[in-house]
Every structure is written in C-alpha cells, then in structure tokens.
C-alpha cells in the first residue's frame, strides 16, 4: 500500500467536508439584500423623532387643573392583570386587579379612535405633531382651559436576532435607542457575528428598507441609522467560520475523526518502516 497517496486522500477528503456545499448558503438569513451603508464623515444626521405607523400602540392622556373637563377625552381606567394579587379570606380565594389606562391603535387605516373627537389621523406624525393635533381638537372648542396633552408608545419595540447571545424582541421606554445600545440588550454580538455587515430592516412608508451597516466605522454615529425606528430589525450574520461549524453534520464529524485516526496511523507506520 502507498502510504503517501493514503495520507494524500486523507487531507483532500478533510478539506472536502470541512468546505461542505456552499455552507453560508444553507445558514444565513436575507441573503444577498441590502446594500452597503455610506457614512460621509461631513454629514451628521440630527436625532430622529420615531414616526407614528400603523399597530402602533399609545397611551394618551389629557389633563387640566379642572379634572372633570378632562374627564370625557380620557379612556376610563379597567382592570390590569399586570398589577393583579391574589389573597385569601373565609376559606376562598380573591383575585383583586388594579387599574391601568385603556390603550389607543392605529388601525390599517391610520386613525386613532378618539373619545368626543372621533377618528383622528395619526399615522405619519410625530408624536409631538399627535399631540399638537390633539389639543387643537379639544382646545377652546370643548375646553376653555389650554390642556396638558401626554402621548406615549406602549409598544416601542426593536428585534435582534443572528449572531449574539441572547437574540429577542426589546420593548423600550423612552423611546430612543441607538444601535449599540440594542447590541448591548442582546448581549453584544458573539465573536462569530459579521461586525462589517449587519443588516438593518425598516419600514418607511409601507415600504421595507434593507440596509448594510459596518459597525466598526467611526461615522456610524453620525447616520441616519444610528438610531433606531419602531419595530426595526437587527441580523447579525454568522461569518464563514460559523457557516462552515454549522453545517457539518454529526456523520461527518465522526468521518472526519476517522480520517484523522487513518492519517495518524498511516503516518505512524510509514516513520517504522523508515
């Protein structure tokens, strides 16, 4: 037996399975979408207010030093299971609930049912502009007293999913986020995860943007995705690495070890015959 050849097709049958068939292929998500971000190191984009789309979720409430003028706009408060308790009491069981806001939706149409007001256009505002909207609807023509209008997103939400470590859905409070700050909620990203091409998905206008970012570059913070949109979505692609480890399967993990025992032995008894 010719040991060389042996070892030969051994090394050439490792390199074979460890490429696999086109392995990024098989594992990477939205390929091929997006193009590269530019980031011009003149340009500095100002901080986005998030524009009101359509399932946005708001509590609004309206408020004057006379409460009972207030009192015909504003959701009457129902029970909130998130603050319920339980307790006991002459051998039964109570559940009490406490009281939270009644919540406003945009429909598909874009309109927010409002008490009083009826159907307002909200889609496409700010939610400063919303709330300009809204006083002057109730303001003087229902209430003579200039009001307090509060208009705050209940569900705020980015997604980060791929290559980090604890991938998910993030609701956020105050309604500003940057991308980093993202990353750090999902754990940053995993020593696998593409740093040059993170994928950015939005939606403007009913249209979806895919978009190219290179986390590593110092003008990242002065574009207009530094900061993030409602209900953006962050890809982290694995890197080639990542694709290949992944797609090899447990048949040929226990291939390759075989192949590796082979060459070792081949190469142990062509040093005896020596």
Known sequence: ??????????????????????????????????????FPDSV???IPSPIIKVGDLFMITINTNTPEAAMPFNLPLVPAGDFSSTYSGNNSNYLSYGLGMQNFLVDMEGNLAFPVIGKMKAAGLTKLELE????????????????IILVRYLNFKVSVLGEVMRPGSFIIDNEKLSILEALALAGDMSIYGKRNSVLLIRENDGNRETVRLDIRNKNLVNSPYFYLQQNDVIYVEPNDSKARSSAISS????????????????????????
């Not at 300009?132 to 009001?147: G, H, M, N, Q, S």
Request: charged share 20%; aromatic share 8%; with cysteine.
């Open 1 to 38: 037996m010719n040991f060389g050849k042996l070892v030969n097709f051994g090394f050439i049958l490792v390199v074979v399975l460890l490429s696999g068939c086109k392995s990024y292929e098989k594992v990477a998500y939205l390929q091929q979408s997006g193009s590269d971000a530019e």
């Open 44 to 46: 500095q984009s100002p």
């Open 132 to 147: 300009k909207k809204i006083k002057e609807a109730v303001y003087p023509k229902y209430i003579t007293e200039e009001p």
């Open 251 to 274: 048949a040929e993990s226990i291939s390759i070890s075989i192949v590796g025992t082979l060459i070792s032995i081949a190469t142990l008894v062509i040093n005896i015959l020596k």
